[in-house]
């Protein structure tokens, strides 16, 4: 089984599906993972599998190796289209988040004004005002939301403490629409306490209520997607195609724009 555990604090530049030439900030340690939740599909692996050893990374290291990494771009001519705030676990758990979203739109502003700045975030953190008024500050604010279940969230996305749904989706409603959902969609069976148990989030008890908090958080887009690479878990399996279209679709029909990765 392999995992991504990415370099700190930057790297790529990469091809991402979804947001095109991405340079990445990764405000976790090089060495593991640190995350809020942990996802049985997470491709950093499994919490347990890769604690980390080395500290995280100051905002002045981020500052100072996003500045030398945005030079070397220049001087070669191939700039990003966008600064992606992702890695091994959640951006938003940083201490310093809210400085260091600071520093990266100067750099961006200095350097590649028409990048977009963007973080991958699972929302554990948006309760938080410097949290929630950084993320007002960047461009895509892509928050995830797999599910309303609290039954299908304690088994899939696992947050480590207390995890009200209800909670996340009002803070959500508080971006005014400066938000982007994020939602996985799969099949598949796990083994739980030595009993097989459905993860499919494809079905309509999964998909009507997710759709009635998406009409309600009113955001400006929706990205979908499925299981892409190998996961740490045994058993998980891609949402078809056609699954995904109708999930979009759905979508689009309240007015809302939505993309579908497959
Ligand atoms: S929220 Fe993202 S980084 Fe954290 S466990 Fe889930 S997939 Fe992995």
Known sequence: MSTIIYPSPIFGPVHSRRLGISLGINL???????CSFDCIYCECGLNQDHRPTLPLPTPAEVSTKLEAKLQDMVAEGQLPDVLTFAGNGEPTCHPHFAEIIDDTIRL?????????????SNSTMIHRQSVHDALMLVDNNILKLDTVNPLYI??????????DVNAVI???KAFNGHIIIQTMFMRGEIKREGKLES?????EEYVTPWLDAVKAIKPQQVMIYTIDRETPTQGLQKASREQLDAIRDRVIATGIPC???Y
């Open 170 to 172: 009002e803070g959500m």
């Open 28 to 34: 976790q340690p090089a060495d593991g993972k640190v």
């Open 259 to 261: 993309t579908a990765s």
């Open 154 to 163: 304690n088994k899939v996305d696992r947050p480590n403490g207390a995890y």
């Open 108 to 120: 961006r502003d200095q350097y590649c004004p028409k990048a977009k700045v963007s973080v991958l």
């Open 199 to 203: 993860v499919d989030n494809t079905g």
